[in-house]
C-alpha cells in the first residue's frame, strides 16, 4: 500500500480540529479509502466503511501529492476519517510523514481495534488520534459492531502513554448503550486508566444504516452523561452532535468559565493564552502552539 492508493475521498472539510489540541477550529484537509474491520450497524459512513476499494474508482494519489494539496490549500491539519484509517496504516503513515516535512500536523480518528507494533508506529507519525470507544460492554461490541472491546480498551492505554494526544468518543444509542451501567462504567474506566484530562465526548445517534427504528438520542441523555462524567472528576466532557449546546465549550477546570466557545464546527471565541485559561491562569490540557 505504501507509496500510492486509489482514494475514493479525499476532500478539504471544515471539520473542527480535535477539541484540545493546537489551534481548534482550523480547516483539516479530510481524506479515507473504504474499509473498516468492524460492522456497526450504526455506521453513518457505511456506504465506504462496509465497501471495499474495488467498489469505487478513483485517481491514484502519491502521499506527496496529498500533502503537497493539503498545504496549497492552507489546511494545517491532515485527518484521517470516514472509514476506518488503520486498513491503510501505510499509506498514512506515508502520507503523515509528507505532511510533517511541510509543517502539517496529522490526525486519525479510529475505531481503535489495531495490534501494538503497527499502533505504535501511528502513534510516533501522528499528533492527534481519536478513538471510537461505542460502548463499555462487550455483548455491545460483539452484537451491534462484531468487535471485541477489550481490544480497544487496549489501544486507548497505548495511545494515552504515546506522544500523542487523545481523544475519546462515546456514540451513546439510545436503548443499547445509554443505560447507567454502561456510562458509569466507561466514565470510572476513563478516569482509572487514562486519567481525567483525555476529553470525552459524548456524541448524539442518529438514525442510521441498519438502525433507522431508532430514535436520535435524546439529548437529555448526552446532558445526563456528560454531568456524570463532570461529577466524577473528567475535566473535559462534551456533548457532541448537538450544534450550538452549551456542552460543546471548552471549560477551564479550574474556574469553570469557557476558554473555547464553538458553534457547529466553527471557534466563535478562544480565551487561551500559551495553554492556560485567559481568566484565572489555570492550565488547559491539549497540545498548543
Avoid at 472491546?149 to 443499547?176: D, G
Wanted: glycine fraction near 6%; charged fraction near 20%.
Amino acid at each position: 500500500m505504501s507509496g500510492a492508493v486509489r482514494s475514493p475521498s479525499t476532500s478539504i472539510r471544515s471539520r473542527r480540529s480535535p477539541s484540545t489540541t493546537s489551534s481548534p477550529g482550523a480547516a483539516a484537509f479530510s481524506l479515507a479509502t473504504s474499509g473498516c474491520p468492524l460492522s456497526c450497524s450504526f455506521c453513518q459512513n457505511w456506504e465506504i466503511s462496509q465497501a471495499s476499494p474495488e467498489d469505487y474508482r478513483a485517481p491514484i494519489s502519491s502521499p506527496e501529492l496529498v500533502a503537497r494539496t493539503a498545504k496549497a490549500r492552507e489546511a494545517p491539519v491532515i485527518a484521517f476519517t470516514y472509514n476506518e484509517p488503520t486498513v491503510f496504516a501505510e499509506y498514512l503513515i506515508d502520507i503523515a510523514r509528507e505532511g510533517k516535512r511541510r509543517g502539517l500536523r496529522s490526525v486519525m480518528i479510529s475505531c481503535g481495534i489495531m495490534t501494538e507494533e503497527p499502533l505504535a508506529e501511528l502513534c510516533e507519525t501522528l499528533d492527534a488520534i481519536k478513538i471510537d470507544l461505542k460502548g463499555y460492554d462487550e455483548a455491545f461490541y460483539r452484537n451491534v459492531c462484531g468487535a471485541e472491546l477489550k481490544a480497544v480498551l487496549r489501544s486507548i492505554r497505548q495511545v494515552a502513554k504515546s506522544p500523542a494526544h487523545l481523544e475519546i468518543v462515546n456514540l451513546v444509542v439510545p436503548t443499547l448503550n445509554d443505560s447507567e451501567r454502561m456510562l458509569k462504567g466507561l466514565i470510572d474506566w476513563v478516569l482509572a486508566e487514562v486519567g481525567p484530562d483525555v476529553p470525552v465526548h459524548f456524541t448524539r445517534f442518529h438514525p442510521d444504516y441498519q438502525m433507522r427504528n431508532l430514535p436520535p438520542t435524546p439529548v437529555a441523555t448526552l446532558e445526563r452523561a456528560r454531568d456524570m462524567a463532570t461529577a466524577r472528576g473528567m475535566r473535559y466532557a462534551y456533548v457532541g452532535n448537538v450544534p450550538d449546546h452549551p456542552g460543546n465549550h471548552t471549560y477551564c477546570p479550574s474556574c469553570g468559565k469557557a476558554v473555547i466557545r464553538r458553534t457547529g464546527f466553527f471557534i466563535i471565541e478562544t480565551k487561551i493564552n500559551q495553554g492556560r485559561c485567559s481568566f484565572c491562569r489555570g492550565k488547559i490540557a491539549g497540545v498548543w502552539s
